[in-house]
């Protein structure tokens, strides 16, 4: 299933034929710069604080209905430097978004704070983003180009490092493929002379490989994804 926390969407990982899918989303854009802009509503900072966001000029997001209630919110309503994930209903009278679970950082004021919208049917507009709906038991896949009956539909609910290595010397990881885990494929602490050779690592939902406090350390002939 999904759910929201005040740091990440959890949901499956999903991928087609290796290609990863995307939760539906609006705006379709990685760049804060191409979010909604909103203004915050009776703006209190702190946790444990549900967010008002008023969005007078927007017209998409408030002509959709279908599970409005599912949507999961997120955007930079606090602070420059910290986003926030959270649930809330559409008030289309006063275009308004209520949020109905809390934030760390809660809201400030100010008059632009980006936002953007996940998990939405009326959102699945491009090739490659997804939404399940919860009423129906229904998945539905905007597919890529070239996708048939013949590809293959891969989903991961792990959310687990693949390989964590802690004060560990001398590995060798060589021809191997990692993919699709919520966590990172490999996790380095305090290691050292470690290599990894010709190896792909795809549709993570964290860093493919994090390594801290390890010395030398060599990434080569290597795809990450």
Same mark, same amino acid.
């Given at each position: 299933g999904?759910?929201? !926390? ?15 899918? *995307?939760? !539906? ?11 909604? /802009? %909103? ?37 930079? /309503?606090a602070?420059?430097?910290?986003? !926030? ?9 006063a ?30 507009d ?19 180009? %070239?996708?048939?009956?013949d ?15 802690? %004060?560990?010397? *001398? ?14 494929? /490999? @996790? ?25 406090n !390890?010395?030398?350390?060599? /990434? @080569? ?5």
């Amino acid at each position: 299933g999904i759910f929201d !926390s005040s740091f990440q969407i959890n949901a499956p990982l999903m991928s087609i034929d290796n290609q990863a899918l *995307n939760l !539906s989303r609006y705006p379709n854009s990685d760049s804060s710069e191409d979010w909604l /802009i %909103g203004q915050p509503v009776d703006p209190k900072g702190g946790n444990n604080t549900m967010p008002t966001i008023s969005l007078p000029n927007e017209e998409k997001l408030f002509n959709m209905s279908y599970r409005t209630e599912d949507f999961i919110y997120h955007g930079y /309503i606090a602070w420059g430097w910290a986003s !926030s994930f959270f649930k809330g209903t559409l008030n289309k009278d006063a275009k308004t978004i209520n949020g109905t679970t809390t934030t760390y950082y809660g809201i400030t004021a100010g008059q632009k704070k980006p936002v953007h919208m996940f998990n939405s049917f009326e959102a699945i507009d491009q090739p490659g983003e997804w939404y399940y709906d919860k009423s129906s038991d229904m998945l539905y896949i905007y597919p890529f180009e %070239g996708t048939t009956t013949d590809s293959k539909l891969y989903v991961s609910n792990s959310a687990f490092d693949m390989i964590s290595a802690n %004060g560990t010397n *001398n590995l060798n990881f060589e021809g191997i493929r990692f993919t699709s885990s919520a966590r990172r494929g /490999i @996790k380095l602490d305090n290691t050292n002379n470690v290599t990894i050779n010709n190896c792909i690592f795809n549709n993570f939902g964290s860093t493919a490989v994090y390594a801290d406090n !390890s010395t030398n350390f060599t /990434i @080569k002939n290597s795809d990450l994804y």
